[in-house]
């Protein structure tokens, strides 16, 4: 088992607490008894729920914030050179842990499942975390989303399993060395980081390489991406790969995915048998993710059947098709979904849920990279809707590249003869969709930046009209 504490995390602090991947491994070393402190660009409530495991969170970045008997500071990627308390560490030589060496410390002694790929990650880490607890396994999680049942992305389980969600933007998930590793899918991403496929493939397979000697790839037999990878590290003789997909050559072959409103029934076969479980989250994409939950719990000796009805238990996570509200007969769904991918799985399936009702979507673009490489895909995606609607870039950690703005999007979206409206003020959305929903359609808000907010505002205001 592992240590309660690694000896160099027993007093970490945290630079940028709040964020998802940040939060999920300082909650997990509070629930291990270290002494966690950390600073955050404002209030939230995942400060406060760290508050509540004992952590000491600032709000704003100051030198004075880094206490002199911290045993390390811990920084994300998104963590820039001139931060305050990054530059103090530097005088006081506190060693500097990145994220990912933190998470990878967390997991020494543990039987692991990392969850990687481009799309798709945080509802499988998910999946998988529910189904485990669920089996009385009491697993160690660390997920990029909070779960809509324990309403948290990470807790200290005494079982001897830990399931984590493997951040490959970076190449930062070339640091764990799992028993189990899921790839999802492989696509040209993280424009910022990787100039070509071929650095995405190169960085996977080093990802792949570091499943320990008798370990298991559970991979995607259907996404092109994932072929090439599968085809690229087969001659690994320490490596067991298991694919899954509709393809019929795949290891665990998906047989029929048949819709139920807002839920899916999925019917696999496995080891010559077939196994039908439901999903209770709506399209083909989110079901793929639930056999490729299933597959990585196969592969550490979970029996399949009892997998399946536990996973059927998973409700969902925040940000991704959460259901916000009803207001005057139109529900608004929110998604997490930026990349074209995603949009159009995310699309495809509230078409799949509506029936014969309208769906409208509002979409912020997330980063100015990732915009100038695939906006146009982006505008083809939208063009699946009824009627979009189309806000400006959000930044993130990004400064704006000259030329380089949502109307490529909007042009590409009408051009693929899609109903696009482009809105640069945030604030006046929730009128713009008060004057184009009516009873029955569907609003799905979508996008990585703060388009989640819009949800209750745009329900207040149907509710109001």
């Known amino acids: 088992m592992a ?263 999925v019917t696999v076969l496995l080891g010559g048998r077939f196994l039908t479980f439901t999903v209770s989250v709506p399209g083909s994409h989110y079901a793929h993710n639930a056999v490729a939950a299933l597959a990585a719990g196969v592969a550490l000796g979970i029996p399949a059947h009892n997998l399946a009805s536990a996973i059927g238990k998973y409700t969902g996570v925040k940000r991704r098709l959460q259901l916000k509200g009803e207001a005057a007969g139109v529900q608004v769904i929110d998604s997490y979904a930026h990349h074209p991918t995603e949009m159009t799985a995310d699309i495809e399936a509230m078409r799949g849920a509506a029936a014969d009702a309208r769906l409208l979507v509002v979409f912020q673009p997330h980063l100015f990279s990732r915009t100038q490489e695939l906006g146009t895909e982006m505008g083809q995606a939208l063009a699946l809707a009824d009627a979009s609607v189309v806000l400006d870039i959000y930044p993130a950690r990004e400064d704006p590249i000259p030329g380089i703005t949502s109307t490529l999007i909007i042009d590409a979206a009408r051009t693929a003869g899609a109903d696009v409206t482009a809105v640069h003020d945030k604030a006046t959305v929730p009128d713009v969709i008060a004057g184009m929903a009516k009873p029955g359609d569907l609003v799905l808000t979508m996008g990585a930046g703060d388009v989640t907010d819009l949800g209750p505002v745009i329900l207040a205001r149907l509710a109001g009209r």
């Open 3 to 265: 240590p309660a504490v690694p000896s160099a995390m027993e007093r970490p602090h945290f630079i940028g607490i709040g964020g998802a991947g940040m939060s999920g491994i300082a909650k997990i070393l509070a629930q291990r008894g270290a002494k966690v402190a950390g600073s955050d660009a404002k209030e939230s409530a995942t400060a406060e729920a760290l508050r509540a495991l004992g952590a000491t969170v600032h709000i704003g970045h100051a030198a004075e914030y880094l206490s002199t008997d911290a045993s390390c500071v811990v920084v994300s990627s998104a963590i820039r050179a001139d931060n305050p308390e990054l530059a103090r560490a530097t005088e006081l030589s506190v060693p500097v842990v990145h994220r990912s060496d933190a998470l990878a410390s967390l997991m020494i002694g543990l039987r692991s499942i990392a969850v990687a790929g481009t799309h798709g990650k945080t509802t499988t880490t998910s999946m998988l975390a529910v189904a485990l607890t669920e089996l009385g396994l009491d697993p160690s999680y660390a997920i990029g989303g909070d779960l809509e049942g324990p309403g948290t992305n990470a807790r200290h389980g005494a079982g001897d399993i830990f399931v984590a969600e493997a951040d490959e933007s970076d190449r930062s998930f070339q640091k764990y060395a799992p028993e189990v590793a899921i790839v999802l899918n492989v696509e040209l991403d993280h424009h910022a980081n990787y100039a070509s496929m071929d650095e995405i493939y190169d960085s996977f397979e080093t990802f792949v390489g570091k499943v320990v000697p008798g370990g298991t790839l559970v991979i995607s037999a259907d996404q092109p991406g994932a072929v090439e990878l599968t085809a690229r590290v087969r001659d690994l003789s320490t490596l067991k790969v298991v694919t899954y997909g509709e393809s019929e050559s795949a290891d665990v072959r998906v047989h029929k995915v048949t819709p139920r409103g807002l839920t899916s029934e």
